[in-house]
């Protein structure tokens, strides 16, 4: 008989060994339901990891995974995940509005969940096979390994950055992919196979996208009217390149974004010179901003 070490018994247990009754599928979705309103609507959570795991999909992976595994059937897997989800999901929704200033318009935001819930029944079926512990199952596990990979390693970079908002979010991603691998792979291939090659397609993929590149527009601080012969130049083409000025008095020049940093923005109309300082950073929030001021 083979002996299994405390871990791999607790394991085992959470993810096959468990009775996943209908009762049982409907406390998990009213309960979850719950939880994640609190996270949701409570100001001491705002912009925490823990409301992030309310708006997208880091926790709720977990929960499908679980009542997938626990399931004797692929069908059984299906239907279950689906009705865990379609109960789950609109309660969130529907907890929230005595809480939100949209009352029952914030239901507008359910549509993509709802979309999301009718896939979770083809997603499920074929994940059930994920207990099979084989080739296939990191095969079927791959998308999710990848999503996880990227999450953990976004959300601990921008930890890093504003220490410590969003860490717990990346190590609970992190946890759930070695987590996963242990107990879904049934050799050492299979498992560095499935942390590896997620974490480093996620690597490489926001080491080439780490910064923003997009057309914007950027109001000036001051009431200039151009002429059309005015034009603009900027000290550092890297960071962003003026593409339109504004000849109507908006104040509202458009430019094209490339990167996080400052550069000089020197705007010359006949006799007449401009120079702004433009400051382009990433808030507290992830989100990227920018700041404008005179210099002369």
């Given amino acids: 008989m083979e002996h299994k070490n405390a871990l791999r018994r607790f394991t085992d247990r959470l ?20 939880l994640t309103t609190l996270f949701l609507v409570a100001p001491v959570f705002e912009n925490t990891s823990f409301y992030r795991m309310g708006v997208f999909w880091d926790a709720w992976i ?44 914030i239901f507008m935001y359910y549509k993509t969940w709802f979309i999301w819930t009718l896939l979770t029944f083809p997603a499920a079926f074929i994940g059930w096979y994920i207990t099979k512990k084989n080739w296939l199952s990191l095969l079927i596990l791959s998308p999710i390994l990848l999503y996880l990979a990227y999450i953990s390693l976004d959300c601990i970079s921008f930890s890093f950055r504003h220490f410590p908002r969003m860490l717990f979010a990346g190590v609970f991603c992190l946890c759930q992919v070695l ?104 808030n507290d929030e992830g989100h990227t901003n920018t700041e404008v001021t005179r210099k002369k």
Avoid at 22 to 31: D, N, T
Avoid at 68 to 78: D, G, I, T, V
């Fill in 179 to 282: 987590l996963y691998m242990y107990v879904f792979t049934s050799n050492i291939w299979q498992k560095l196979l499935g942390i590896i090659v997620p974490f480093a397609a996620a690597a490489i993929f926001l080491f080439a996208t780490r910064n923003p590149s997009m057309h914007a527009e950027l109001l000036l601080p001051d009431e200039v009217v151009f002429s059309k012969n005015a034009y603009a130049q900027s000290s550092d083409e890297s960071v962003a390149v003026i593409t339109s000025l504004p000849t109507d008095g908006s104040g509202i020049v458009e430019y094209d974004l490339h990167k996080y940093g400052t550069t000089d923005i020197t705007i010359k109309d006949g006799n007449k010179e401009y120079v702004y300082t433009l400051k382009v950073y990433e």
């Fill in 62 to 105: 977990l929960f499908a995974v679980f009542i997938m595994s626990n399931c004797k059937k692929p069908l059984e897997s299906a239907i279950k995940t689906f009705v865990f989800f379609l109960i789950s999901q609109p309660l969130i929704y529907l907890f929230q509005v005595p809480f939100s200033s949209m009352g029952w318009s």
């Fill in 15 to 34: 993810f096959g060994g468990i009775n996943m009754s209908w009762p049982l599928v409907i406390i998990l979705a009213v309960g979850t339901a719950a």
